[in-house]
């Protein structure tokens, strides 16, 4: 399942499936027309310099990681600032070759920088059309990548998606778009919740009360309301102890 996400959103924009012998590139023949100076955010599974430089041409900004095979020259190295943090490393403008629709070889002027990623020591190497921007905004904008992420696996934690209930193309992709649509009621659920719970919390409450014939924001912040009340109430009787 290729997604395509807002940064500024929790659900998906766009889905598309494809089978797992696919490759991963032909998800970008399905992505709309982006405006100038929108930012694109992947990993180095959709590498097509092709693409790429029709980006460039149309001032449509992305970051993503060149994988460890491309074939590169450098043009220039790129001083870092002072101030810059330590895991950055190199800093440089490169030149990739691709063929166009003509199969004529053309060069496209791209950016790479070298991050050290302290918590998995290892390299990151992230590429990008931006010239101008800093090379620490650059790794900051990748790692909002990492929403994405999040929202796989949201599902995977959430909804039953390990086992299917029909082994057929037809049946698989009733069963992912079900799960999508009930994370979606779920994440307006939640947003329209004034008690702080958490997602799964969430879900968990609504699978125990599938037959419960109310509504669940009532049933998740009165009748905790109610119980706070009734037992915070001093009793009417007294306690007496005696011993012998």
């Known amino acids: 399942m290729h997604t395509l996400l807002n940064a500024y959103e929790e659900v998906p924009q766009l889905i598309h499936f494809s089978d797992a012998i696919t490759h991963d ?7 709309p027309a982006f405006r100038p100076h929108q930012i694109l955010l992947f990993d180095r599974a959709y590498v097509d310099y092709k693409q790429y430089a029709n980006w460039t ?5 992305f970051v993503t990681r060149l994988k460890d095979s491309a074939v590169y ?6 001083a870092l600032p002072d101030d810059i943090p330590d895991n950055y490393l190199k800093d440089e403008r490169i030149c990739v070759k691709y063929r166009d629709v003509d199969r004529k070889e053309q060069q ?4 790479r920088i070298a991050y050290y990623d302290n918590g998995k020591d290892r390299i990151l190497v992230f590429l ?25 696996k949201q599902l995977k934690q959430n909804f039953p998606l390990k086992y299917f209930l029909g082994d057929n ?17 779920f994440t307006i659920l939640k947003k329209g919740i004034k008690k702080n719970i958490s997602f799964s919390n969430l879900v968990s409450f609504t699978r125990q009360h599938l037959f419960s014939y109310h509504k669940l924001s009532d049933l998740i912040e009165k009748i905790e309301r109610h119980w706070r009340i009734k037992y915070s109430r001093k009793p009417n009787t007294e306690l007496l102890l005696f011993e012998t």
Request: hydrophobic share 50%.
């Open 57 to 61: 041409k149309g001032n449509v900004h």
């Open 128 to 152: 990008t059309n931006m010239m101008e921007m800093p090379a620490e905004y650059i790794g900051m904008l990748y790692k909002m990548r990492w929403q994405i992420e999040m929202l796989f």
């Open 73 to 78: 020259e450098q043009i220039e190295e790129i």
């Open 108 to 111: 496209l002027i791209l950016r």
């Open 169 to 185: 193309e037809n049946a698989v992709k009733i069963q992912i778009w079900c799960t999508l649509i009930a994370n979606l009621l």
């Open 25 to 31: 590139m032909s998800f970008l023949s399905k992505l």
